[in-house]
């Protein structure tokens, strides 16, 4: 075991991300399980996307 700290940095970015996220959910006048699963594939394939930019 390693006796270093580890320190997290906090980020504005993440809570704007999610009211984002919800605010789109809403927008889209999405029914409640729809919304749930936007809200669990969404991410997936947003990386999965944005996954072929980064090398």
Known sequence: ???EK???KVD???PIWAIG???TIGF???TFWKGVL???LWPY???DYF???VS
């Open 21 to 23: 996220w919800l605010f």
């Open 38 to 40: 936007a809200i669990i």
């Open 45 to 47: 394939y947003l990386g």
């Open 51 to 53: 996954s072929r930019f």
């Open 1 to 3: 075991m390693s006796n």
């Open 12 to 14: 504005v970015m993440g």
């Open 6 to 8: 580890t320190k997290i």
């Open 28 to 30: 889209l006048q999405l």
